[in-house]
C-alpha cells in the first residue's frame, strides 16, 4: 500500500468515529508519564486541540501523584499508600492542594491555553463542584469519598466552549475544613457520571488492564471485571481504575478506557481507530 493510500485508509476508518463522537462529551483523567514527560506532554496538548476541533467538549481531571510525592519529602511529612489511595494527614492535605490546585493545576490550563484552547483550571472546591465526606470513616486521613458534585459550573464552561481542568481536591461541609483529598480516577468518574459523559478515560502508566499472563484485555464487562479483582489478576493502583470505570458505566456513562498515556498521540488512536490501543469497561448487556 503506498503512502497515499494509507493515510486515506486511516481517515476512512477514523470517519465513523468521528461522526459519532460529534458533541459529545468526554471525561479524560490525565497523570502518570503523560503528565510529566515533556514530549507526552505536548501531544497530549495536541490531542485535546484535535478533540475539540472535532466538535468534542473534553473535560480534564487531573492527577499529581508524583509531584506530591516529592514535596511531601522535601517536606519531610511521612506518606504511605493503601490500596491505591494516599493516607492524608492534616499537613499532608495543605500540600496536596498546593500542588494540584496551585502547581499542576494552573500549569496545565496556560499550557492547554498556549496550544489554542480556552482552558479554565479550577478545583473540586470551587463552586462547591465537589463535596466529599470521610473514606473508610476517616481511616485514611483526609481522603474523601465524594457524596455531592454540584455540576452547574462545568456545564457553563462547556457551553461557553471553554475546556474544563480539574484539580481533585473537595469540599466539606464544614467552614474551616481543609477539604479532602480525592483519588483523580473516582473524581474523573464522578464527574463524567454527574455530566452523562458519553465516555471517561483514564490515562496510566500501564498498557491498560492485563491478564495473568500480561496480556492486554481489550474488552471488559462489569461481570469480568469483578471476577478478575477476586482472582487478584486485578491488584493495587488498578483497583481504584478499574472501580471508578464500573460505577461509570453503571451509572449510564457508555463506555470507560483504560489505555498507556505513555503511547504517543494514545487518546487519538483509542477514539478514532477500531483496534483501539487500552482496555474498554462496558456494561454486561452491551
Known amino acids: 500500500m503506498s503512502k497515499y493510500s494509507r493515510i486515506v485508509s486511516i481517515l476512512l476508518d477514523s470517519l465513523p468515529h468521528i461522526k459519532l463522537f460529534n458533541g459529545a462529551t468526554m471525561v479524560i483523567k490525565y497523570g502518570g508519564a503523560a503528565q ?25 481531571v487531573h492527577g499529581g501523584g508524583n509531584k506530591i510525592s516529592e514535596m511531601l ?18 499537613e499532608a492535605m495543605k500540600v496536596v492542594e498546593m500542588v494540584l490546585s496551585g502547581e499542576i493545576n494552573k500549569e496545565l490550563s496556560a499550557f492547554l491555553n498556549f496550544h489554542g484552547l480556552k482552558a479554565v483550571g479550577i478545583s473540586g472546591k470551587d463552586s462547591r463542584l465537589l463535596c466529599a465526606t470521610p473514606k473508610d470513616g476517616g481511616k485514611l486521613g483526609y481522603v474523601g469519598d465524594v457524596k455531592e458534585v454540584n455540576i452547574e459550573v ?34 474523573a468518574c464522578a464527574i463524567a457520571c454527574a455530566l452523562k459523559a458519553k465516555k471517561v478515560i483514564f490515562l496510566t502508566d500501564t498498557q491498560g ?20 479483582k477476586q482472582k487478584n489478576v486485578i491488584v493495587g493502583g488498578m483497583i481504584p481504575k478499574v472501580d471508578a470505570c464500573v460505577k461509570a458505566v453503571n451509572a449510564g456513562v457508555e463506555k470507560a478506557h483504560i489505555i498507556d498515556g505513555r503511547v504517543e498521540h494514545s487518546l487519538l488512536l483509542e477514539l478514532f481507530t477500531s483496534g483501539g490501543v487500552g482496555t474498554e469497561i462496558l456494561r454486561d448487556s452491551q
Do not use: W
Request: without cysteine; negative net charge.
Open 36 to 60: 510529566i514527560n515533556p514530549q507526552l506532554k505536548e501531544q497530549f496538548a495536541i490531542d485535546i486541540v484535535m478533540l475539540y476541533m472535532l466538535g468534542i467538549k473534553p473535560v480534564i
Open 73 to 90: 519529602q522535601t517536606l519531610q511529612i511521612p506518606t504511605e499508600f493503601v490500596d491505591g489511595h494516599r493516607v492524608t494527614s492534616l
Open 154 to 187: 462545568v456545564q457553563k464552561l462547556l457551553e461557553g466552549g471553554f475546556v474544563p481542568v480539574i484539580a481533585p481536591v473537595a469540599s466539606a461541609d464544614e467552614a474551616h475544613h481543609p477539604g479532602f483529598n480525592i483519588n483523580a480516577d473516582t473524581a
Open 209 to 228: 488492564v492485563l491478564n495473568a499472563d500480561r496480556t492486554l484485555l481489550k474488552s471488559l464487562s462489569i461481570q469480568e471485571v469483578e471476577s478478575y
